[in-house]
């Protein structure tokens, strides 16, 4: 298949009418992968998506990506891991105070941000006392799955 501009015109219309932020088509050889960069605010239609771009095959499973290397946390600093792929909110609504914020002290169970999933808000809690050192995430940004979310000094 030859990728012209009349093609990925067509693929990033099929995006925008369906809200979508990514899109990948596999046709032979060829792979793109189409991403749209949403806006921050929680209400997608108050503003115009960006273009997206043509970005290269995510790396195989299990590889991490060498763009994005994970910091070494110090030995008392337990990190909050995304348990599955999700657009990160750090408040229950969008003019809401958001749950921690960097050096609030915070407690087993406690609430520290939502994972939306499919529609599902996924409360992600904290599984032990301490300090917020580290937010690692962006408000409304996709989550990938073990993508640090938090730093929480016990």
């Given at each position: 298949m030859d990728l012209n501009k009349k093609i990925l015109d067509q693929l990033v219309e099929l995006m925008q009418r369906d809200g979508l932020?990514?899109?990948?088509?596999?046709?032979?050889?060829?792979?793109?992968?189409?991403?749209?960069?949403?806006?921050?605010?929680?209400?997608?239609?108050?503003?115009?998506?960006?273009?997206?771009?043509?970005?290269?095959?995510?790396?195989?499973?299990?590889?991490?990506?060498?763009?994005?290397?994970r910091a070494e946390a110090p030995p008392n600093v337990k990190k909050?891991?995304?348990?599955?792929?999700?657009?990160?909110?750090?408040?229950?609504?969008?003019?809401?105070?958001?749950?921690?914020?960097?050096?609030?002290?915070?407690?087993?169970?406690?609430?520290l941000c939502i994972l939306e999933a499919m529609k599902l808000m996924n409360e992600i809690v904290s599984e032990v006392d301490g300090k917020i050192v580290k937010i690692c995430a962006n408000d409304a940004d996709l989550a990938q799955l073990h993508q640090e979310l938090f730093w929480i000094e016990t």
């Open positions: 932020d990514r899109l990948r088509v596999r046709v032979g050889d060829l792979d793109v992968d189409l991403r749209m960069t949403l806006p921050k605010a929680r209400d997608a239609g108050s503003a115009a998506a960006s273009a997206p771009s043509a970005a290269p095959a995510p790396s195989p499973a299990g590889v991490p990506d060498a763009a994005t290397p909050v891991l995304a348990p599955l792929v999700g657009v990160f909110y750090r408040s229950p609504a969008p003019n809401a105070a958001p749950f921690v914020n960097v050096g609030d002290t915070v407690s087993e169970g406690q609430v």
